[in-house]
């Protein structure tokens, strides 16, 4: 798929093939934006474990942490979902089974930041919940969605992506 039009991240299709041609990037890699969300939810984890125990009986502050929290689950998903995808754009394009394995053991450990995600966002909030934009979301029954992947990267036969689309606007944010 396409990322955030302007954001300069190369897609993940873009990405493979810029690394197996040895090509310059030209823009935020996949794997890169994985390591930055991680950090991000590492920082936001360790400082909310700094803050319980000063949290007294102040529920503000208690429901803040939750949610940052719950936000933490989140970056270490999308973390671990695109490096899944990136094993598994490589595995497309090389059919080589380590390439499949370690997809599906990073999709394994989105799931099971998925299912720490639901924990965190439920202690904060009823399920489901009635979003305006969307409608009803169930946030543990979406875990079905993150395991569905795993099974996608199971199944995946090599030259099923194809190449990436051009870019819309002729290049990225950076002028390339």
Not at 20 to 39: H, Y
Not at 74 to 90: T, V
Not at 135 to 144: S, T
Request: proline share 6%.
């Amino acid at each position: 798929g396409e990322g955030m039009p302007e954001s300069g991240d190369l897609n993940i299709r873009e990405w493979r093939e810029r690394l197996l041609a040895t090509q310059p990037m030209e823009g935020a890699p996949p794997l890169e934006v994985a390591a930055s969300l991680r950090r991000h939810a590492e920082t936001a984890k360790h400082t909310v474990a700094e803050l319980r125990p000063k949290q007294g009986a102040n529920k503000e502050l208690r429901r803040t942490l939750g949610d940052i929290e719950a936000f933490a689950c989140l970056g270490f998903y999308y973390a671990a979902k695109i490096e899944g995808a990136c094993e598994l754009a490589l595995f497309d394009a090389t059919s080589k089974p380590e390439q499949q394995a370690a997809a599906i053991k990073h999709l394994e450990a989105a799931l099971g930041h998925w299912r720490d995600y639901a924990t965190a966002y439920t202690k904060q909030y009823q399920q489901p919940l009635l979003y305006n934009r969307v409608g009803i979301v169930d946030i543990p029954k979406l875990a079905e969605q993150a395991a569905a992947d795993i099974q996608i990267a199971r199944s995946w036969k090599p030259g099923s992506a194809g190449q990436a689309p051009p870019r819309k606007g002729g290049g990225s944010r950076f002028g390339q």
